[in-house]
């Protein structure tokens, strides 16, 4: 559909705007008045040489890695190299890859970090993370304010006069793309906003050999291809933090009245999702910028990063939906399986309780979930995390030792399968089930011996 779609346009791409045409103003309102933009002098001094310290020192200490994601069944390496840094034991997962956290300093987890100074990077982020969270609560509560006052007692006509100062200083949003928010209480907002993790981007564009043409609009090379942030909360904000290394050519040159973005300048692009009639957006983005995608805009519109011409990290602030991806969770897990080994008192040999089908399968479910959605993706990383910290390292000792045990577990279910005395039903009930998780997993583990 995408090269059909091509095909059809041809050289007569879709328009799109930035900030520097007529009309930016009033889309940005009736299309795109989720995007919440902050200029960088909205932000604490303080605040923006802690985090882009921070960024600095991550960079010199190598602690920046290009992913090697699946699409499609294929392998390929991220342009941007990353890092994720939130709340101990929280993964993120996405194309496939599971990135797991290097823990920013939290009260009441011992937390070894390799130099001072990726401590401290750590906690510039956290407190980074603290602020965004405040900026969101904030513009997603004058966002319903906005709305239920508009709703009362706001003619149409009134709405639509003044909106161009509202985008770069207060974020007021009018009714748009989506339907109308209704007023929320504080936890439901909190929830929205409790970022968990960030995910740390960096690109130098010009050490790059070859980067992808935005297909639609013509906007340029492209850092990031058209996407929807995965594995979020639903409706939850994400908050991004900017900085590109400009120089003070790209300045000037930002400055310049060009027909469509400055090329030298970096952007986020943003579309609505499976509309080739709305204008795309292109907003600028320099050294300290920050934008909020509030509410449901990540699964209404998608975006994309434009790349600029000088390096540029970027702090991306998620709340990660981590009812599965938690370390908490996969340890409850494995214990759950392993309630139906048991040890005999006198001999110490291993048996199993059960061998009903339900029971079989949850616990081989299991074992395939620790082995390629945990201990596979953290060891097919190799040593990345030990450039920061060795948090990890126990809790893989110990999700490795429950694995081995699941091991067990699948030969001890084999041996009693082949015993006459098993009720013929319930017998090939249980090896039916069972056979398919060990086709699954023998199919896995050939594809991860092949990556």
């Known amino acids: 559909q995408k090269r059909k779609l091509l095909e059809e346009l041809g050289e007569n791409r879709l328009p799109y705007l930035t900030p520097t045409n007529a009309d930016f103003h009033q889309l940005w309102k009736t299309k795109y008045s989720k995007l919440i933009f902050r200029k960088s002098d909205t932000v604490p001094e303080e605040l923006h040489q802690m985090v882009q310290e921070s960024f600095l020192t991550l960079r010199e200490h190598n602690c920046l890695f290009q992913d090697l994601v699946r699409i499609k069944g294929k392998d390929f390496f991220t342009p941007v190299s990353r890092i994720l840094i939130g709340n101990p034991g929280c993964t ?19 937390i070894k970090y390799c130099s001072p100074q990726i401590h401290d990077a750590c906690k510039a982020l956290m407190r980074l993370n603290d602020y965004l969270h405040t900026e969101a609560i904030r513009a997603l509560q004058g966002q319903n304010l906005s709305e239920t006052k508009e709703i009362k007692d706001t003619p149409v006509t009134d709405r639509e006069q003044n909106c161009a100062a509202s985008l770069m200083e207060q974020g007021s949003v009018s009714k748009d793309q989506s339907s109308v928010c209704v007023p929320e209480d504080d936890r439901s907002l909190k929830n929205r906003t409790s970022y968990n993790l960030t995910l740390l981007n960096y690109m130098d564009p010009l050490q790059m ?23 979020l909360v639903e409706r939850s904000a994400v908050a991004v933090y900017s900085y590109s290394c400009e120089d003070s050519a790209v300045e000037a040159n930002s400055e310049r009245e060009l027909k469509g973005r400055d090329p030298a300048v970096w952007h986020v692009g943003l579309k609505v999702a499976w509309d080739i009639e709305t204008p795309g957006l292109a907003m600028p983005l320099h050294q300290g910028d920050i934008y909020l995608m509030l509410d449901d805009l990540n699964m209404t519109h998608q975006h994309c990063v434009l790349a600029g011409l000088s390096p540029r ?139």
């Open 313 to 451: 990290f970027s702090s991306t602030h998620r709340v990660a939906d981590c009812s599965r991806g938690t370390l908490e969770y996969i340890l409850g897990r494995c214990e759950l399986a392993l309630q139906n080994l048991q040890t005999d008192s006198d001999s110490m040999a291993l048996s199993l309780k059960s061998l009903e089908a339900a029971v079989v399968k949850q616990v081989e479910e299991i074992h395939n979930e620790v082995e390629f959605e945990w201990l596979r993706q953290f060891w097919f990383q190799g040593k990345r995390y030990l450039k920061c910290t060795d948090w990890w390292l126990k809790p893989m000792a110990k999700l490795e030792e429950f694995w081995r045990k699941m091991e067990i577990m699948t030969s001890l279910v084999l041996s009693e399968v082949r015993k006459e005395q098993q009720i013929e039903e319930q017998r090939n009930e249980t090896i039916s089930c069972f056979l398919l998780l060990l086709k699954e997993r023998q199919k896995l583990r050939e594809e991860w011996t092949a990556r």
């Open 209 to 231: 050999l070859y980067l992808k043409q935005e297909p639609y609009f013509g906007m340029g090379n492209m850092a990031v291809s058209w996407h929807h942030d995965e594995n």
């Open 92 to 110: 993120y997962k996405y194309l496939n890859t599971r990135l797991f956290t290097v823990p920013w300093p939290t009260e009441g987890y011992d």
